[in-house]
């Protein structure tokens, strides 16, 4: 499962992830506000059930 960590622009990284590991059919973005996650709860229980299959 690759992972991406940066602090400002990804650029072409999801689409070069998305070419090279074709098996890759699932994605969770984690939003911060300074230190306060602002992604849905919702979206991380999805993506961790998806990846559980």
Do not use: Q
């Amino acid at each position: 499962m690759p992972i991406v960590t940066n602090g400002g622009w990804l650029g072409h990284t999801i689409d070069d992830i998305k070419k090279y590991c074709s098996n890759v059919t699932n994605e969770l973005v984690l939003k911060f506000d300074g230190d306060k996650l602002v992604t849905n709860r919702s979206a991380i229980d999805k993506f961790i059930e998806e990846a559980n299959k």
